[in-house]
């Protein structure tokens, strides 16, 4: 069975920055491409960044330059890595495994997310 455990949401103020990290097992890890998505309330989940083995690297217009999303081989560990958050940010933020593109129906496993709200 696949787990997938986000942590580093939580409230901040715009401009701001936090640092979101998506725990896998060894095996998934090491097997899988890694998306990182959100949804905000009364919003359909959107794509936000990605990130294959092989180390391509693929963002949202409306993160680029802003977010940077990383693999820690280390810690069997996918960070998002968001500076200069703005009030719009302000979502569930969700990792997901086993997939590679830009849409919700492309991945198969999802952590359970964690909220990120950026106040004005």
Not at 23 to 46: D, I, K, M, P, V
Not at 54 to 64: C, H, L, M, N
Not at 96 to 114: I, K, L, N, P
């Amino acid at each position: 069975q696949v787990q997938l455990v986000e942590s580093g949401g939580g409230s901040v103020q715009a401009g701001a920055s936090l640092r979101l990290s998506c725990t896998a097992s060894e095996r998934t890890f090491t097997l899988y491409n890694f998306g990182w998505f959100r949804q905000a309330l009364g919003n359909e989940r959107e794509f936000v960044a990605l990130s294959s083995l092989s180390g391509v690297t693929r963002y949202a217009d409306s993160v680029k330059d802003r977010f940077t999303i990383s693999r820690d081989a280390a810690k069997n560990t996918v960070n998002l890595q968001m500076n200069s958050l703005r009030p719009e940010d302000t979502a569930v933020y969700y990792c997901a495994a086993r997939g590679w593109g830009t849409s919700v129906s492309d991945y198969r496993y999802w952590g359970q997310g964690t909220q990120v709200t950026v106040s004005s």
